[in-house]
Antibody, heavy 122, light 109 residues
Framework: EVQLLESGGGLVQPGGSLRLSCVVS????????MNWVRQAPGKGLEWVSG????????YYADSVKGRFTISRDNSKNTLFLQMNSPRAEDTARYYC???????????????WGKGTTVNVSS | QSALTQEVSVSGTVGQKVTLSCTGN????????VAWYQEIFHGGPKTVMF??SLPSGIPDRFSGSKSGTTASLTISGLQPEDEADYYC???????????FGGGTKLTVL
């Protein structure tokens, strides 16, 4: 069974830093691209970032570009999202989502984690 | 403002057929397959359709289609458990990002 388990959420001050993790199981991690998607309170889904299976190609939403960094450790079946200089508008539940293929473009998110909540506040 | 446009709300009665739409442009919906995600009361999203392909475990009353720059998700024989928020999504080649619609709240009367 494919499983994605996010962790690392919590309260962080504006301008601070936080690292989210997503440990996966049930599939060959390196063969699939991965994504982070978030949902702010009372809002819809917003794609944050994506990373190809090899880790070579990274993509970011304009809202987080230059502040967040996506990465993966294929030896540990783990996806990361390093959040630097978070803002109040980054407060959201963050979901890890597996791509249906090795790339982001042209594929879809077929399995989702339960999410981890990030609260940016002083 | 979302890159993809969806109805804010749609309603139907049990057993009815409803169609949700998702309108984009030639750089996204017009060029790539569209996925549909179901979210029931912030329980986390679940994939219910990609293009016209049904993921494993999703009932066949769900179907997908596309015409030009508009994709559709049709639920035939609406059930109470279908009440949820539905989001469409695809790749945008001009922006090099994944785009989502604003979501449609489906109410089963």
């Amino acid at each position: 069974e494919v499983q994605l388990l996010e962790s690392g959420g919590g309260l962080v001050q504006p301008g601070g830093s936080l690292r989210l993790s997503c440990v996966v199981s049930g599939f060959t991690f390196s063969r699939y691209a991965m994504n982070w998607v978030r949902q702010a309170p009372g809002k819809g889904l917003e794609w944050v970032s994506g990373l190809s299976g090899s880790g070579t190609n990274t993509y970011y939403a304009d809202s987080v570009k230059g502040r967040f960094t996506i990465s993966r450790d294929n030896s540990k079946n783990t996806l990361f999202l390093q959040m630097n200089s978070p803002r109040a508008e980054d407060t959201a539940r963050y979901y890890c989502a597996k791509s249906s293929g090795v790339l982001i473009a042209g594929y879809y998110m077929d399995v989702w984690g339960k999410g981890t909540t990030v609260n940016v506040s002083s | 403002q979302s890159a993809l446009t969806q109805e804010v709300s749609v309603s139907g009665t049990v057993g009815q057929k409803v169609t949700l739409s998702c309108t984009g442009n030639s750089n996204n919906v017009g060029s790539f397959g569209v996925a549909w995600y179901q979210e029931i009361f912030h329980g986390g999203p679940k994939t219910v359709m990609f293009g016209n392909s049904l993921p494993s475990g999703i009932p066949d009353r769900f179907s997908g289609s596309k015409s030009g720059t508009t994709a559709s998700l049709t639920i035939s024989g609406l059930q109470p458990e279908d009440e949820a928020d539905y989001y469409c999504s695809t790749w945008d080649s001009s922006l090099s990002v994944v785009v989502f619609g604003g979501g449609t709240k489906l109410t089963v009367l």
